[in-house]
């Protein structure tokens, strides 16, 4: 009975830290997107002879963060 009652708090405290490092590497994820990813992979584009490709995208990504930070 005792080892049951160990295993379900074990799954218990384990599941919440899973459930926070899981929130935690989204946040990181999206940081490391909107700062680091997408300004190198619109440079890229431009370098590269596509700046009528990463223009329309700058836009888009401009209107959406004025929008976004509005709310």
């Not at 009528?52 to 930070?69: D, E, K, N, Q």
Request: net charge positive; charged share 5%.
């Amino acid at each position: 009975m005792l080892s049951l009652l160990f295993a379900i708090c074990m799954i218990w405290i384990f599941g919440k830290l899973l459930f926070f490092g899981i929130k935690a590497a989204w946040g990181i994820s999206k940081f490391l997107v909107t700062v680091v990813l997408l300004p190198l992979v619109l440079v890229g584009m431009v370098v590269g002879g596509l700046i009528y490709i990463a223009f329309p995208i700058l836009i888009i990504v401009g209107i959406v963060a004025l929008i976004s930070s509005k709310a």
